[in-house]
């Protein structure tokens, strides 16, 4: 299906420059001179490489259609990970560098989204955020508060992340799997 530059969104599975991407993260740029375009950080679905690209309004890509079956993580044994079909059983391997980072955040029988291109699986779609708790961070420097500035901290999963400076060690911290950033504390 081909689309405008200015539509493609994150998560979109598009052919460019004879290899498929995945828009990792999309940004609407209005310069003052000249006309608008979408700035999108793309990552290369074979080789994992990343590229930023401008699209403007009037350039027009293929926005590849994708096939999605539900899966339950099972295990990950050196370099594969398992995932069980969750309506014939059947079980798949996928390799952990089709994945990237997100492997971080797969949990024991966690529901996930298979992506099928042309009978090739080419990812998995996460949940949108995750709840993980925090095992190591530094603690707060008085008066720091009142900046918006961020610390470094480690969670459960062994995921570095940035977040906010009033989060302490055993706070459990909602994570967004796409870019692998801070989102909010978890209510308890």
Not at 48 to 73: C, H, M, P
Not at 96 to 120: C, N, P, R, W
């Amino acid at each position: 299906m081909k689309i405008n530059g200015n539509a493609i969104k994150p998560g979109n599975i598009i052919e460019h420059q004879n290899a498929q991407w995945r828009a990792i993260k999309c940004m609407a740029v209005k310069p003052g001179k000249g006309g608008a375009f979408n700035q999108v950080e793309l990552k290369n679905l074979k080789t994992g490489s990343k590229l930023n690209e401008r699209f403007r309004a009037n350039e027009v890509v293929e926005k590849l259609s994708i096939d999605t079956r539900s899966y339950q993580y099972l295990f990950s044994s050196d370099e594969m990970l398992t995932f069980m079909d969750s309506e014939n059983f059947e079980q798949i391997e996928l390799s952990i560098s089709l994945i990237g980072e997100q492997k971080a955040f797969l949990k024991d029988g966690m529901e996930v989204t298979l992506e099928i291109v042309d009978g090739k699986p080419i990812g998995i779609d996460l949940p949108e955020q995750v709840v993980h708790e925090v095992i190591e961070t530094e603690l707060v420097v008085k008066g720091q508060t009142a900046s918006s500035s961020y610390k470094p901290a480690i969670l459960d999963n062994d995921l570095r992340i940035m977040v906010p400076p009033h989060i302490t060690v055993g706070t459990k911290v909602i994570v967004a799997t796409i870019d692998c950033t801070y989102v909010g504390k978890e209510k308890t």
